[in-house]
């Protein structure tokens, strides 16, 4: 299957600071990419679909102006988490669209003290 | 509104033995079907899929079946290894959207 990495693996914030996670198709171009959020021992939830060289569709209840997310070439769609909180602490994990199927990233683990 | 449904939190099978996985959804359209298997601080990984035009696929030591009369599908794992253990979703979707929504998970043990 297709190979998505994520960058970095885990990070620890102070609240008020941003933070930046980056998804990287590594053997293949991605027109769209898919990031979500997973709490704890609950399912993964889409927050919004990336397109290369367009704005991304953010699902309902997902702030964009909070969570910005740039798809600026066909292997890497970032997501920034702008002025984290505690309440933003989880995985998140981006995926990308192979013909029907979605291929994950390992994930980002977010921490905001 | 849960959409996809993954009733069983948990399952424990022997080694060897059948692990029989259930995923009840609501939506009718829904017409693409996905499992995925999960460790614990990883992303995902793609196990199989079945198109609504289809009842049964398999792939090796998994069959996923479909049965669109009662909005249900089910993933069949054998024999099942300790290597399976982790935590399986199903996923539906649109065709065409490639918007998936996921269930809630459940946790296989396999035992040694």
């Known amino acids: 299957g297709a190979v998505v990495s994520q960058h970095p693996s885990r990070v620890i914030c102070k609240s008020g600071t941003s933070v930046k996670i980056e998804c990287r198709s590594l053997d293949f171009q991605a027109t769209t990419m898919f990031w979500y959020r997973q709490f704890p021992k609950q399912s993964l939830m889409l927050m919004a679909t990336?397109?290369?060289?367009?704005?991304?569709?953010?699902e309902q209840g997902v702030e964009k102006d909070k969570f910005l997310i740039n798809h600026a070439s066909l292997t890497l769609s970032t997501l920034t988490v702008t002025s984290a909180h505690p309440e933003d602490s989880s995985f998140y994990i981006c995926?990308?669209?192979?013909?029907?199927?979605?291929?994950f990233g390992p994930g980002t683990r977010l921490t905001v003290l | 509104d849960q959409q996809v449904k993954q009733n069983s939190p948990s399952l424990s099978v022997q080694e060897g033995r059948i692990s029989i996985l259930n995923c009840d959804y609501t939506?009718?359209?829904?017409?693409?079907f996905l499992w995925y298997k999960k460790y614990p601080a990883e992303g995902p990984t793609f196990l199989i899929s079945?198109?609504?035009?289809?009842d049964k696929n398999e792939d090796g030591r998994f069959t996923v079946f479909l049965n669109k009369s009662a909005k249900h599908l089910s993933l069949h794992i054998v024999p099942s290894q300790p290597g399976d253990s982790a935590v399986y979703f199903c996923a539906a979707s649109f065709s065409g959207t490639y918007k998936y929504i996921f269930g809630t998970g459940t946790r296989l043990k396999v035992l040694a």
């Open positions: 939506n009718s359209m829904f017409d693409y």
């Open positions: 079945i198109s609504s035009i289809k």
């Open positions: 990336s397109n290369e060289g367009s704005k991304a569709t953010y």
């Open positions: 995926s990308c669209q192979v013909e029907d199927t979605q291929y």
